[in-house]
Nanobody, 123 residues
Framework: QVQLVESGGGSVQAGGSLRLSCVASKFTTVMAWFRQAPGKEREGVAVIFRGSGSTYYANSVKGRFTISQDNAKNTMYLQMNTLNAEDTAMYYC???????????????????WGQGTQVTVSS
């Protein structure tokens, strides 16, 4: 079992920045951020493959968000810049100890999920 704990959410005005953190109880092969806005499906935001450091992003956040990791702390970060109202959502950390390939933004790939941290962007 892997426990994931997110932090760093909050309220910010459009154009502002926030940094989310996710601490894992042990090393996992892959970690990702998902988000879910009210009335919408949960969608993948960004992923990082821990060994290679490879990252991928949803088109909607490319150039604005940066995913990173601190392996020594088993921590993943999401630096979010130039936030807009469409970024308002509950943000979830997801992880798995194995990776079998496929689309990184498919929820079924991830066995472990955090409780979520709310991000609210006011225009």
């Amino acid at each position: 079992q892997v426990q994931l704990v997110e932090s760093g959410g909050g309220s910010v005005q459009a154009g502002g920045s926030l940094r989310l953190s996710c601490v894992a109880s042990k090393f996992t092969t892959v970690m990702a951020w998902f988000r879910q806005a009210p009335g919408k499906e949960r969608e993948g935001v960004a992923v990082i493959f821990r060994g290679s450091g490879s990252t991928y992003y949803a088109n909607s956040v490319k150039g604005r968000f940066t995913i990173s990791q601190d392996n020594a702390k088993n921590t993943m970060y999401l630096q979010m810049n130039t936030l807009n109202a469409e970024d308002t959502a509950m943000y979830y950390c997801a992880a798995d100890e194995r990776w079998y390939g496929g689309s990184w933004n498919a929820r079924a790939h991830y066995s472990y999920w955090g409780q979520g941290t709310q991000v609210t962007v006011s225009s």
